[in-house]
């Protein structure tokens, strides 16, 4: 866990999120996937950076504060089993500028992605729906014209536990966002060992 907000960060805070990071499997999923269309032009989510968002980014202002609030969260609730059964394009895919794979979300996931916003503090309302969703590519306009291939849709069949909570920092710089881990905690009070690596690329 980081310390309290330095003197940058007092007025405009951090640019966060909490996430759910995949596992090994999951993570070997994705990069069977990768290998299996690498000439596809697009930018891979690197294996530690795949997670699955159950609170979007915002503005925070005492990291402290959400971490203290995530590791209570995170000791009431149980690890997930999650399986995707399909990767598309998307979100929109007449308009789309991610891979992604989707499936039917666990039970209690999207009570859990809705109960999480009042304790951290992210303004906004929760979402009505839930899509259960891994962003594992990214790109633009420009390169999904040069790809050429405007559609995706396979049908995979990707299983994996998700028993981590972690609040990432979002740093937004030319080349995609970049993230930095600022502390986990382990699902039904199971130990983690919190760490802060250097940011890496998206």
Known sequence: MVGNPVDGYLMEGRRVFAGLPVGRELAEAVGEFRQGHSGLRVRWVKPENLHLTMVPPWQCLNVDAVCRALSGEAARQAPFEVSFERVSFGPDPRRPRLIWATGKAPAGMPEFARSLR????????????????????????????????????????????LDTICLYESILKP???HYR????????????????????SA
């Open 118 to 161: 009042a304790p951290v503090g992210a303004p906004g309302e929760p979402r009505k729906s839930f899509l259960l969703h891994l962003t594992i590519a990214r790109f633009n306009s420009h390169d999904f014209k040069a790809m050429g291939a405007h559609t995706l849709r396979e049908t995979v069949l990707w299983y994996g536990t």
């Open 181 to 200: 881990e600022l502390c986990r905690f382990g699902l039904g009070g199971k130990s983690v060992v919190g760490s802060m690596p250097p940011p890496v």
């Open 175 to 177: 080349g995609g966002a």
